[in-house]
């Protein structure tokens, strides 16, 4: 079953933060974070693991509650390099991915 | 190679034919994966390998759809009888291995359209 994120848009000035929310149906085992630029493949831009901490490079992290099923992107400071629409990948079972519908950001100077 | 690499990029053909599309994932890499995506929309899983076997084609929408991985390395995804609703981004991925905290390298895709 799909992960559903929310928001689905987001504009922002440059320096703003941003969350993005995934939210599942089911027992999570890992949630991945993906970035997608226009016309250009999915990047990889982190995994949280089951019993795993809060996961962050530079000014984007994430966490990961196992209870509520959930997990939460969060982009501080923004760049423009950050426009482009993120995809969470949930992990149940059977090691492969369900992606969501994913979150349109748009950072504007 | 340095990444997963897709062939064509772009596919135009017409309704009824047969396509073939290919994957070249990362060399080492176990695992598999395919996906195709819509406009506005998150990837789609198909189907998944891991070394030659198909662990999970839960995802093949019916019979039309079959993909191969003979050698454990390239793989090629078949469509018979194409129709204008496969029309999509096909998107091949790979990662060291599945279940261990690896994130997926994807390939730029082929953009396939049935006309």
């Known amino acids: 079953q799909q992960p559903v994120q929310s928001p689905q848009a987001v504009i922002l000035r440059e320096g703003e933060d941003a969350v993005i929310n995934c939210s599942s149906s089911?027992?999570?085992?890992?949630v991945h974070w993906y970035r997608q630029k226009h016309g250009e493949a999915p990047v990889f831009l982190m995994i949280?693991?089951?019993?795993?901490e809060q996961k962050g490079h530079d000014k984007i992290s994430a966490s990961f509650n196992e209870k509520k099923q959930q997990s939460s992107l969060y982009l501080t400071a923004s760049q423009l390099s950050y426009s482009g629409t993120y995809f969470c990948?949930?992990?149940?079972?059977?090691?492969?991915?369900?992606f969501g519908g994913g979150t349109r950001l748009m950072v504007k100077p | 190679g340095a990444g997963v690499s897709q062939t064509p990029s772009n596919k135009v053909t017409e309704k009824g034919k047969y396509v073939e599309l290919r994957c070249d994932p990362i060399s080492g890499h176990t695992a598999l994966y395919w996906y195709r995506q819509s406009l506005g929309q998150g990837p789609e899983f198909l189907i998944y390998?891991?070394?030659?076997?198909?662990?999970?084609d839960s995802g093949l929408p019916n019979d039309r759809f079959f993909a191969v991985r003979p050698e454990g390395s390239v793989s090629t995804l078949k469509i018979q009888r194409t129709e204008r609703g496969d029309s999509a981004v096909y998107l091949c991925?790979?990662?060291?291995?599945?279940?261990?905290?690896?994130?997926?390298?994807f390939g730029s895709g082929t953009r396939l359209t049935v006309v």
């Open positions: 949280l693991l089951k019993g795993g």
């Open positions: 991925a790979s990662s060291p291995s599945p279940g261990l905290g690896y994130g997926y390298t």
């Open positions: 990948g949930t992990e149940h079972a059977g090691n492969m991915l369900t």
């Open positions: 390998f891991q070394g030659t076997g198909a662990a999970d």
């Open positions: 089911k027992a999570l085992y890992s």
